[in-house]
């Protein structure tokens, strides 16, 4: 309850303090948000201005593919054919236009065709392009798109004329072919149907994107939004030198760009809910982890108190039995041989033990190195058994041992492989002998072996399974109160099997004891 309410009050004024903030923040954002917003219109109308640049430049391109004897039959089909051009010419300097040619039969098309044109065709205008602020207006990709089309893709004089019209733009595109400068007039409807697909379709409710012409005529227009004849944007952008005087416009719903003010409450009011669910988490991970330290710190105490019994009870045994020899106590040679069997068994199991606490410090400062080779399991197994042979008859076991004829191959650290082995066979003589069975079975499961040791005795709680290959883990029972233990051999085994491409894991044998399998990684014999 303490913690609760520190944490309640801290969350209080922290919020507090927050809600202030964001008060203050609000114009701030808004301001932010106009700037985005305005970021994101002018990568539009660059997209608009490039895609207009990459039509030109393909007209361009194919004007400079035509034979020079086939202008003029090349041009007139053009025209017929075309949906990008409106009006073709070649000309050949001021008052020489051979293309329509003014002295024959004209159409209604080409007579306004040759009247819009007629201070260029006849000299009174230049044939550079006639940008209205100059580059200045260009972005710098835009920019780095006029050099590249300038530049790399024509050799010879060429450019693109914006000429304005009875307030309606038009675009004149020409390439000089020796003495002689022939060219289309672009259709602007078939361009505008080209730049409808440049237009975005995945604008959010209640927006709309519009082109707006010289005289703020909405020409084009996507968005879920239809904003009225009267409508004024909320934000516009020029759409570049490619199209002169023309604008990209952004429409909204509530004639804002930024959030309302219910969203903006609504948000704040989130922001400081989640601000108390998170330290409310924060303190309950902290409380979590405080009690996750405290049962690890009662674990390591429980662990180094029973290594220190394990490390006493064989040195207790072996001193004593060394006393008695080495008085010369003890004169019968059978005494003698059970009393240096016992020695070497304690020595054997004080081995093991400082093995498994070694190897334990190595893998939690990932220090423990491998010493990996090609090996036969059955030869492991079989030299494993055999040194474990005596122990598990004196534990009143019966061994059962299955071994393919075949080799079993592996590459991987033959220590380490017997070292598990050997906490498999230790814990089943210690915490399962009544069951007084012990099988031991190697057997090739496709392109892996498996080892598998299996007991008769009480086996494991199915509310413990989970948690026996946690470090310093044992299971508080009956069973374990009559053996001593460290809590180190399973989740030891099971990392450096992991280690090794292996694995380790637990089943409930058949006869009601514990069957574990170490499986790892055969070689194929070639």
């Known amino acids: 309850m303490l913690y609760g309410a520190l944490l309640l009050v801290s969350a209080g004024i922290i919020a507090g303090v927050a809600a202030r903030l964001l008060a203050h923040e609000r114009t701030r954002l808004e301001s932010a948000a106009l700037q985005a917003e305005e970021g994101r219109l002018r990568n539009r109308a660059e997209e608009l201005s490039l895609a207009v640049g990459v039509v030109q430049n393909e007209i361009l391109r194919e004007l400079r593919a035509i034979p020079y004897e086939e202008i003029d039959e090349t041009l007139r089909n053009w025209e017929r054919t075309n949906p990008l051009v409106r009006n073709v010419f070649v000309w050949r300097g001021p008052g020489d236009l051979l293309l329509p040619d003014p002295l024959l039969p004209l159409t209604r098309e080409e007579e306004g065709f040759l009247t819009r044109y007629k201070t260029l065709f006849g000299g009174m205008h230049g044939w550079e392009e006639r940008l209205d602020g100059g580059q200045a207006d260009r972005s710098v990709s835009q920019q780095l798109f006029h050099n590249v089309s300038k530049g790399n893709v024509l050799a010879e ?8 019209w009875e307030n309606t733009l038009c675009m004149l595109g020409w390439v000089q072919r020796g003495e002689r400068r022939c060219g289309v007039e672009l259709e602007m409807a078939a361009l505008l149907s080209e730049l409808q697909r440049a237009m975005p379709l995945d604008l959010p409710e209640g927006r709309a994107l519009a082109v707006l012409d010289a005289g703020g005529h909405r020409i084009l227009q996507s968005g879920p939004l239809d904003p009225g004849d009267d409508a004024r944007a909320v934000l516009s952008v020029p759409v570049g030198f490619m199209l002169p005087h023309w604008e990209v416009a952004l429409y909204t719903a509530d004639g804002r760009v930024g959030a309302s003010a219910h969203q903006y409450a609504v948000a704040s009011t989130l922001l400081v809910v989640v ?15 405080a009690q996750r330290n405290r049962r690890d710190a009662l674990q390591k105490t429980t662990f180094v108190s029973n290594v220190s019994h394990e490390l006493k009870t064989p040195l207790t045994t072996i001193r004593m039995y060394t006393d008695l020899l080495r008085q010369g106590r003890v004169e019968d040679e059978e005494k003698k041989v059970r009393y240096l069997s016992t020695i070497a068994s304690e020595s054997e199991r004080l081995t093991r033990l400082v093995n498994n606490v070694l190897d334990f410090g190595r893998l939690e400062q990932n220090r423990k190195k491998y010493q990996i080779g090609r090996f036969d399991l059955r030869d492991v197994v079989a030299e494993t058994v055999q040194s474990q042979r005596l122990r598990i008859g004196e534990a ?13 191959l592996v590459e991987s650290d033959r220590d380490a492989v017997q070292q598990a082995l050997l906490n498999l066979i230790d814990n089943a003589i210690k915490y399962a002998a009544s069951g007084n069975q012990l099988l031991v079975e190697l057997s090739r499961s496709g392109r892996e072996f498996q080892i598998r040791v299996c007991d008769a005795g009480a086996g494991i709680p199915s509310a413990h399974r989970r948690k026996i290959f946690e470090r310093f883990y044992r299971v508080d029972d009956s069973i374990t109160a009559r053996s001593q233990g460290s809590g180190l051999g399973l989740g030891l085994s099971r990392r450096m099997l992991t280690d090794l491409g292996g694995s380790l894991t637990y089943s409930p044998a058949p006869s009601g004891g514990a069957c574990f399998t170490i ?5 194929e014999v070639v």
């Open 275 to 289: 601000l108390f669910v998170c330290l409310f988490c924060a303190g309950g991970m902290l409380l979590l982890e």
């Open 396 to 408: 009143g076991m019966a061994l059962t041992e299955h071994f393919p004829s075949e080799p079993a």
């Open 519 to 523: 499986t790892l990684p055969g070689v």
């Open 157 to 164: 004089s060429s450019g693109w004329v914006p000429w304005y």
